[in-house]
């Protein structure tokens, strides 16, 4: 795997405020990286210093292969970003805007126009085609926020929250979008503070809390740092007595559970693994079970792991 954006103790202050400490991480080329946090954790910063936007004050940090610092000029022509907060002149419409972002970027002629055309069916702009951008709605500001970078398709599309305020059926249309972009090429960034985003969308996930990588990896990865993070549900046809739970405890090798009546919950990892193997040996002892059921933790329980607060 070919890194795409490597940043090295990544610091930055505002004044006496320190927003990022000494961050470290790798993105890949091709993936879909995800920076996942609370409001205020860093995640606008840490792109805005990526996009050269705004300067580290120590550290450094590169972009396909190349420092933001010394050559931020050559890092730019790599680069797309979609705001967190969207703007555009008072006077342009939807497709002014796509038109002018294409033309900048330097796409012409009836590849521009045929990519702008199916951009906005599937995000379902055309009916706003000539609508002033200002006299928009927030989710639809969102949508050609996101679809000028769509339209652009960089080597590294940056998406900085790309889909709040966007109803659920624009949240698919956009994640589809930019699931096919990177199946292009692109190495996709985005920030949110959305799980259910995070988890569906993303290769890889960075969680960041108070400036601070707190852990990374693949969203199943992230979950199995939980200790014993599946919960696994088994309801027995009748009761159990101590020395059959005894029994199971010595044949199943598991003593994080908790029994109940006809119920018992197993705290596991890899419970889908796990599951097979439990209910064999139960069987083999002659315990009937009636009905399983596997609960995954979700990411918000991986960040309230970590930091004993909730994304929510
Ligand atoms: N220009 C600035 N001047 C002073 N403080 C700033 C500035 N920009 C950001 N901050 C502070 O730095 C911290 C990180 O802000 P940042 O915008 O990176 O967070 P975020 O993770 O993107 O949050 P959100 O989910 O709300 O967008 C916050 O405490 C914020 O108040
Ligand atoms: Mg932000």
Redesign the pocket.
Known sequence: MKVAVEINNLS?Y??S?Q??KSLTLNIYEGEIFG?L????????????ILATV?KPSSGNVKVMGIDVTKEPLKVRKNIGFSF?EPKALRVDTVLDVLRWHGKICGLRGIELEENIRRIMANLGLAKYSGKMFMHLSGGLKKKVEVAKILIQKPKIAIF??PTAQVDVIGKHAIWNLIRELRDEGSTIII?T?DMNEAEMLCDRIAI?HN?VIIVEGKPEELKDKIPSGDILEIELERNLTRKEIGLMVEKIGISNFKATGRNIIFYINRGEEMLPIIMEKMNSIGIKIKRTMIKEPTLDDVFFYFTGRTLR
């Open positions: 930055k505002y004044g405020f927003a990022l920076l946090g609370p409001n205020g954790a860093g995640k606008t910063t840490t792109l805005l705004i967190q900085d929250e920030a503070n960041i400036g």
